[in-house]
């Protein structure tokens, strides 16, 4: 037996834990102090204090646990190799005894054995886990375990085994024993898998997929290893997917053509391209299968011209080695002939006669290649050089692309008008054209149609035509106008279209016929039965279009004779479906054929039935055409027809009748009737017209009547509420008329009246213009007083209320006392110190005097400030002259008058005047007299607003 190193045993500092163990041995807290008493000790002693405890405490988890993590730290630098490993095994194993139950424990254990390599064992002990644990820790097992079988090196038919069990234990995992299935290149079974996975309705993905990518996946999966896969139907699920997942249609086609392609099918594959570009509503789709089917064709083109070319080389080779032996057969047989006996040349080999096998067997069990190549060597499909063949699939394949497209637009909406035309345009051949025509008008339905489907009758009619084919062409118009468009205009149009042509090929009276076929009115038969079965077809109603009708009396017009056409203008003014152009046509036909009455009767009948805007160009032609008629000779008359026409017109369309009016009275009739049709137009005009009206209605009194005249009409101008723009314009030319009539003073008194309409930081010509008058007419204190209304103007117009709410600036202002206006800025929610300024603001403007003695505000003062708390006592001894900065300095002129006095009589001003304000000057007065209130200029501080505010109130 050998010796125990005399360190392994218990030193003196032990001895207290053993004697405590000796007493009370099945103590794991005594053994667990002991144990972390020794942390430092070597490992091997540590390690016989845990075989004491376990051998002691052998259901211990805590002792386990810590013994097995120590010895697993002892390991890991070690290499797997060492005897170290299996120790730790055996340790494990021996845990397992009591610890068979606890699932970190295995799961420490498979890890040891896992970074081991040990696979069988491994396996087994993953088997024993899954058998000792309940089902509920499985979960912390086969993690581990899908992980261990996953590696590289475990063979594949062991991890299939242990993922198919694993499935078992929770099928939701189906997807990563697919993803492990692909890894492994396992494409039957990976397939099988998907393919359940989607039959399965309630089929859950874990990992978010959905049935839309988990169908593509499987589509990719059989396309791609095609030869791998089978015992599906490959082409029924792919098409399966086409029919339910419309938005993976191109890449789907190309995956099917793909799986063919693969099979080495490759008509077949031809056949699922076409089909798909034939079925796809989609551009994109449709682009994605025709790129696919054109690298197709050229992969198919450039594979076999390589093929081709390595058969040359092999056929060169082979002539090549069949002339050398030739040539050594050649040699041969001389040197035989040369060493034969006499007679032997006549001699014929038996076995020459003789048919070989592969000659008397049927031609269909010879070899394929052979029957290619003898038999069949006729036949085009035969024929190995078939690149020319290859190259004119290419190329019609790429000729096809815009008609292909085309169909593919047409196949989203088979009813775009528009795309039926560029398709017609697609072809040169005739017959195409025509049966794309066909196809066309087939397909359309007018009620649904985008674009005007009558277009489609009318081209395939002008096909026909173009050709010399009228018989087919009047076929086509004769199907088109018995088709129920959506609108009467449409089938208006085709029967224009098929009198034009007509008309084209000088048939007249055809063409008269067919308009009068179209403006035939049906019977009352007809319109009850169609009232009856509901909502009729446009042909009831194209009687009533304006189009065909206007067309009819153009034909006839031309054609036809003036009893005809009057017929037929009567007829459209019956069916009250006339317009003002109408009325002007029939009246201007009458009037060419010196019918002018009857031209006047039917003006008159068209002011009759419409109304304006509409009527406007009836009157004025009707007005202009019979002034020019009978000029001044029923006057009478045409002032009838001119209050007729002015007396309904709305004020826009006024002004050319009221010109049209005064034009008349100034030709025939009086200038006073003149002057007044031009005052009855100046107050019947849009505001916007009226400055032009005035213009007109001066110039023309100027002539008639001279310049004195028009101050009336002046007057008149700006009192009639022209805007301020144009009342300061009519101003300034008033002014300018006073002025070259010599009335200065009423050209002063025009000036004053229109600077209230003109700002001087805005409109500085007015000012200039005033300011030059009083340079050249005016004198010191007229121009004094226009630079006071100058800084008066500026003043108003000046925004010095910016800061108050919007509600108050839309108040009178000048009506407020200055506590509302505190009040109202308080309610705004003013802080105090913006009411401050605000105060300080308004103090310095001049107070106005209102009728209950309070201060209004809106003031600015024009140079003289009056202080406050004194101008309310005595105004004249408290009034101080300030500087004022607009003030302008005039040199004063020398006068004779300067040194007379002049005596101004005084008069004392009644007390009712000041109202309550005497009664409060003198009691401040007395107050300041006797001490007991200072002045607001005798304080060392002023006061703030609110203060003052205050102490307002407190009187």
């Known amino acids: 037996m050998p010796s125990i190193p005399q360190d392994l045993y218990p030193a003196e500092e032990d001895l207290l834990y053993e004697e405590e163990i000796l007493r009370n041995p099945f103590t794991l807290k005594l053994w667990w102090r002991y144990i972390l008493a020794r942390r430092d000790a070597p490992f091997k002693k540590r390690a016989i204090l845990y075989e004491r405890a376990i051998k002691a405490l052998p259901g211990s988890y805590k002792l386990w646990y810590a013994y097995l993590r120590e010895r697993i730290e002892v390991v890991r630098d070690l290499s797997i190799s060492h005897s170290q490993y299996e120790a730790l095994n055996n340790t494990f194993e021996r845990s397992l005894v009591t610890m068979h139950k606890m699932p970190r424990i295995w799961v420490l254990y498979l890890q040891v054995l896992t970074d081991q390599k040990l696979l069988t064992r491994t396996r087994r002990t993953f088997d024993r886990a899954l058998c000792s644990l309940p089902v509920t820790q499985h979960d912390r ?14 063979p594949i038919e062991t991890s299939l085994r242990v993922y198919r069990r694993y499935l078992k234990f929770d099928p939701t995992h189906i997807e990563d024993f697919i993803e492990f299935l692909l890894s492994a290149e396992r494409w039957q079974e990976a397939a099988e898998r998907l393919a359940e996975v989607l039959n399965d309705e309630a089929f859950y993905s874990i990992k978010g997929k959905t049935r839309h990518q988990l169908w593509l996946e499987l589509c990719d999966l059989l396309t791609k290893h095609a030869n791998e896969v089978s015992g599906l139907k490959v082409e029924a699920i792919i098409r399966g997917g086409i029919r339910r997942f419309t938005d993976e249609v191109g890449r789907l086609w190309t995956s099917l053509a793909d799986y063919f392609i693969r099979r080495g099918l490759f008509e077949k594959t031809r056949d699922v391209y076409e089909e798909g570009m034939m079925t796809v509503i989609t551009v994109r789709d449709f682009s994605m299968i025709f790129d696919a089917y054109t690298q197709f064709e050229e992969s198919m083109l450039s594979a076999k011209m390589e093929t081709l070319d390595v058969e040359d080389e092999e056929v060169e080779e082979t002539r090549r080695e069949n002339g050398k032996i030739e040539q050594g057969a050649a040699a041969a047989s001389l040197e035989e002939s040369a060493d034969k006996p006499a007679g032997a040349e006549g001699m014929v080999p038996n076995d020459s006669k003789e048919i070989s096998a592969s000659e008397k067997l049927p031609f269909w069990l010879k070899d394929k290649r052979e029957l290619d190549l003898k038999e069949l060597s006729w036949f085009w499909l035969n024929d190995r050089n078939d690149i020319d063949l290859r190259l004119s699939r290419l190329e019609h394949l790429m000729d096809r692309r815009p008609e292909l497209v085309s169909s593919v637009l047409l196949r989203q909406n088979p009813h775009n008008v528009h795309e039926w035309h560029k398709r017609v345009k697609l072809f040169e051949d005739p017959a195409r054209q025509i049966h794309t025509y066909t196809e066309a008008v087939r397909t359309v339905d007018p009620s649904k149609a985008v674009g005007r489907p009558h277009t489609l009758w009318v081209a395939f009619a002008h096909l026909y035509e173009k050709h010399g084919d009228l018989g087919n062409a009047r076929v086509v118009f004769e199907k088109a106008v018995q088709v129920n468009y959506k609108t009467v205009d449409d089938l208006a149009s085709v029967w224009c279209e098929w009198a034009e042509m007509e008309l084209r090929h000088k048939n007249f009276k055809g063409a008269c016929d067919l308009m009068r076929r179209a403006t035939a009115e049906p019977s009352v038969a007809i319109k009850r039965r169609v009232a009856a079965e509901g909502d009729g077809p446009v042909q009831m109603r194209l009687y009533r279009s304006l189009k065909v009708w206007s067309f009819y009396v153009d034909l006839e017009e031309s054609l036809g004779t003036l009893d005809s056409t009057r017929l037929i203008y009567e007829r459209i003014l019956d069916l009250k479906i006339a317009t003002p152009q109408i009325i002007i046509n029939f009246a201007l036909l009458l009037e060419e054929h010196k019918y002018f009455e009857d031209a006047f009767k039917v003006y008159e009948r068209g002011v009759q039935i419409f109304k304006y805007p509409h009527v406007r160009d009836i009157w004025i032609t009707y007005l202009t055409k019979f002034v020019r008629r009978y000029g001044g000779k029923k006057l009478e008359r045409a002032r009838d027809l001119f209050e007729q026409a002015v007396e309904k017109a709305p004020a826009e369309d006024v002004k050319s009748l009221y010109l049209q009016y005064a034009k008349l009275e100034e030709d025939y009739g009086l200038g006073r009737h003149a002057m007044a049709v031009y005052d009855r137009a100046a107050k019947a005009v849009a505001d916007t017209e009226k400055m032009s009206i005035y213009e007109i209605y001066i110039a023309r009194a100027a002539e008639f009547f001279g310049l004195p005249k028009t101050r009336g009409i002046y007057e008149q101008a700006i009192e009639s509420g022209l805007p301020d723009k144009d009342v300061k314009t009519m101003c300034m030319r008033y002014a300018e008329l006073e002025r070259n009539l010599g009335d200065i003073y009423r050209a002063r008194a025009i000036y004053v009246y229109a600077s209230q309409m003109a700002d001087p930081r805005s409109d500085p010509d007015f000012w200039e213009k005033w300011n030059e008058f009083e340079v050249q007419y005016g004198n010191e204190d007229t121009f004094r007083e226009m ?129 309550d304000l005497a009664d409060t000057a003198r009691k401040f007065a007395k107050e300041v007299e006797d001490g007991s209130k200072q002045t607001n200029w005798e304080r060392e501080e002023p006061l703030g607003a609110l203060e003052r505010i205050k102490r307002q109130r407190n009187q």
């Open 141 to 154: 097992i086969w993690d581990p375990y899908l992980k261990f079988v996953s590696q590289k090196g475990i």
């Open 787 to 915: 630079l006071r209304i100058k800084r008066s103007v500026s003043a108003s117009y000046s925004q010095t209320h910016f800061i108050l709410p919007e509600f108050l600036m839309q108040k009178d202002l000048g009506k407020m006392s200055l506590e509302e206006t505190v009040d109202t800025l308080k309610s705004a929610g003013l802080p105090d110190d913006e009411m401050a300024a605000l105060e300080r603001q308004l103090a310095v403007n001049v107070p106005v005097n209102v009728g209950d003695g309070v201060r209004a505000l809106g003031f600015v003062s024009g140079g003289v400030e009056m202080q406050r708390d004194a101008g309310l006592a005595v105004a004249n001894s408290a009034n101080k002259a300030t500087f004022n900065p607009d003030e302008i300095e005039l040199q004063e002129e020398e006068s004779d008058t300067d040194n007379e006095r002049v005596e101004v009589t005084e008069k004392e001003v009644p007390a009712a005047v000041y109202g």
